[in-house]
């Protein structure tokens, strides 16, 4: 029997696990399979105990760390002073966040894997970029245990988008050796993940097509040796080729390659084992499996969790466990509505069933969440790519006690998700520096100035505090009581709770910084002259108001009838039982999404064709579900014309139609740039820059990023 083919007498009945059934079973290896199999099994039994051992437990060569460790001495725990160790401390029968672990010879300092994030950020010819390599290299100098690269195509065909990592020539390798020898100083191991990108129609290629495909696998595999990565992952999921011969709702193959698992099965087993044999018996070989693609027609969690384990008996060391796919992207990077996650669940079901260890990833952004699935014993390793693009030292940062300065991931999806938008690069909303690593960080200033922001919403407080880790003295009015500015508004709806911790982190980074915070004082004209500053920052949102264009909508004699949606979400603004919402980005929708949450009618009406076109395509389809659940009625092409005596008058497909049982009139746009100051002052202040919204309303990704860069220039 070839090395990879699992025994027939080894697949296992759904639910029954490993151990229990080879407890009953094994005895057929003896008498009926090959001594070959039986090594294997051993082997596969040696890594999982290896993986659960403990530092102290583990033999001195396997414990040791590269010597360049991203701990200061100070940074290092304490054996008995290890705050997050402490708040984390596991109950049976996972390891804790911070155990190292393994994977085959691949030895992790703690259990947190970048799981592969797709970037944009190689070159056109598929080349690892300084970009690439450094947003890499910081999530290895973070502390992570492994760092796994996004899929990296075996093929110049199937790319997901134009700047997709490539291994397909030797001319491949020096990209890739660069980044492992960084990440490898940064004292993290490196696994290359290996993929051929979705085809059109995966019925199309004949079987000797299908066949050649092993070779283009085996050789990126030994590129990647070659290259200096400790281990190859493949991709056999996420809709990708392999994923795509996998699943029932593209395959419809009548040949050896379609129809049962086994035949599904065919050619990704085919190609673990051409993995094999070209890196050898010991060099370390993970799959990356999709359990659930939450597809019509595709990979139930069943027959996803019979795949993980018939896979993980073909000589892999470890599997990563995930949901969704490219054509449901909205599973595969759940955001703040998919709750709970469901991957973890799934991961342990596989973890169950199998003997090697499994990484699971999807959603997991907080260390309760990692802490809780690893003491859960749902995983032995947690993945994470999005916590990690938010704030890329969050392991070090947990590992010395200082989880409440992680700069959150807040489930928006707003930046991070490349594939959707053609030629998109990777970008974060609450880390400015995400996806540029390679520039440096912004210089200190020889002699400090005098600096003053005037807004306390994330892109003052990202100003302010950059300008003071600068070394300027830094003055921040808010004329509210409160930091965090829209953001504490948007918190209110349903699920987006997660803005309110970066709230909490903008107040963090405030606190631990030397900015001196004026809390609800207006920076007037005058006040600002009298401080007289050598720059000013105007950061104050952008303001809504009331679309001056429908006839009526001020009309002073129908008081609390027509209010803001910011009025709603501050709980400023009683609300009655039948509600018409003006305007359906996404602060409209989300508004609805929480009216119509309460037991109200809500009916949405917008100018443009696609309402929610500005939504995510991950977030769209669940906000859409979630609104339809409620019963929301969102009018596209619908333009409020006029309100008069509590009636309002909406043109619609050349009609008018009329509404006039309404309780409240809710408008959510209308919003105004807000940089009146900014002539003014120029007169008296050496520097006066207007960034975010208040120079024009956009997104709260370039705002914040406006607001970093203009400072990291100053
Ligand atoms: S853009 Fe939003 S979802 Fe994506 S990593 Fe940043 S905070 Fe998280």
């Not at 470890?318 to 509505?337: D, F, K």
Request: proline residues 6%.
């Amino acid at each position: 029997m070839p090395r990879g083919t699992p025994a027939a007498h080894c697949w296992r009945p759904w639910g029954l696990s490993a151990r229990r059934h080879c407890a009953r079973n094994c005895a057929w290896a003896m008498l009926g399979t090959t001594w070959r199999h039986m090594r294997d099994w051993r082997r596969e039994l040696e890594v999982r105990v290896s993986s659960e051992n403990t530092a102290s437990e583990r033999p001195a060569s396997e414990n040791e760390r590269p010597e360049e460790s991203p701990l200061t001495p100070e940074e290092q725990p304490q054996a008995d002073g290890d705050k997050v160790a402490e708040a984390t401390a596991p109950a049976a029968p996972g390891p804790d966040l911070f155990a190292p672990g393994s994977l085959g010879t691949v030895a992790a300092a703690n259990r947190i894997v970048l799981s592969p994030l797709e970037t944009g950020l190689a070159s056109a010819e598929g080349e690892f970029t300084p970009e690439l390599v450094s947003y890499l290299v910081a999530r290895a100098r973070g502390g992570v245990g492994l760092v796994m690269t996004e899929a990296v195509n075996v093929s110049e065909t199937g790319l997901t988008n134009s700047r997709m990592p490539r291994l397909t020539t030797n001319d491949h390798i020096a990209g890739l050796r660069t980044l492992a020898e960084e990440v490898h100083r940064a004292g993290a191991p490196l696994a290359a993940t290996l993929t051929l990108g979705p085809v059109d129609d995966v019925n199309a290629l004949t079987a000797e097509e299908l066949a050649q495909l092993q070779g283009q696998f085996a050789e990126a595999a030994g590129r990647a040796q070659t290259a200096g990565a400790d281990a190859v992952a493949l991709e056999l999921g996420n809709g990708h080729l392999l994923g795509q011969l996998l699943s029932p709702a593209s395959n419809a193959r009548e040949d050896e390659y379609g129809g049962s698992l086994d035949n599904r099965l065919r050619l990704p087993l085919a190609v673990l084992a051409a993995l094999r044999e070209r890196v050898g018996e010991d060099f370390p070989l993970l799959a990356c499996v999709t359990v659930d693609e939450r597809l019509e027609g595709g990979v139930t969690p069943e027959e996803g969790v019979e795949s993980a384990c018939r896979v993980s008996r073909a000589g892999v060391q470890g599997l990563l466990i995930t949901v969704g796919t490219v054509r449901s992207r909205q599973y595969a990077a759940p955001c703040h509505y998919v709750v709970p996650l469901p991957a973890p669940a799934l991961a342990a079901k596989v973890k169950e069933a199998v003997v090697v260890p499994v990484v699971v990833a999807g959603g997991i952004r907080t260390v309760a969440e990692a802490t809780e699935i690893l003491a859960g014993g749902q995983a032995d390793f947690v993945g994470m790519s999005r916590a990690l693009l938010a704030d890329p030292e969050l392991p070090m940062k947990l590992r010395t006690g200082r989880e409440a300065s992680v700069v959150p991931c807040i489930g928006c999806n707003q930046a991070c998700v490349v594939g959707e938008g053609g030629g998109r690069l990777l970008r974060c909303v609450t880390n400015p520096r995400a996806g540029f690593e390679h520039e440096p960080t912004p210089l200190r200033m020889l002699s400090p100035r005098d600096l003053v922001v005037v807004g306390g919403g994330p892109a003052g407080v990202v100003a302010a505090v950059t300008a003071a880790q600068r070394g300027f003295r830094v003055t921040l009015f808010e004329q509210e009581t409160q930091i965090g500015g829209r953001f504490r508004l948007a918190a209110v709806p349903p699920h987006k709770a997660l803005l309110g911790r970066y709230v909490e982190w903008l107040k963090q980074a405030l606190a631990d910084s030397t900015v001196k915070v004026r809390l609800g004082e207006r920076a007037d004209y005058e006040t600002l002259r009298g401080l007289a500053p050598e720059v000013v920052i105007l950061a104050g949102g952008a303001s809504l108001d009331l679309p001056e264009t429908i006839p009526g909508i001020a009309d002073p004699l129908l008081p609390g009838f027509v209010v803001s949606a910011d009025e709603v979400l501050a709980g400023k603004a009683p609300v009655g039982k039948r509600v018409m919402i003006v305007g359906a980005r996404r602060v409209g929708l989300e508004t609805a999404d929480l009216l119509a949450g309460d037991g109200r009618h809500v009916i949405v009406c917008d100018s443009s064709q696609a309402p929610d076109a500005l939504v995510p395509a991950t977030v769209r389809p669940l906000l859409e579900e979630r609104l339809k659940a409620n019963k929301v009625e969102v009018l596209a092409e619908a333009t409020v014309v006029r309100v008069r005596d509590m009636v309002v008058f909406v043109r619609q497909g050349g009609r008018i139609v009329q509404y006039d049982s309404l309780d409240t009139v809710v408008v959510a746009c209308g919003w105004r740039r807000n940089d009146e100051l900014a002539s003014r002052l120029a007169e008296h202040v050496a520097t006066v820059v207007v960034v975010g919204d208040a120079r024009s309303p956009r997104t709260a990704m370039a705002a914040i990023r406006e607001a970093y860069e203009t400072v990291a220039k100053l």
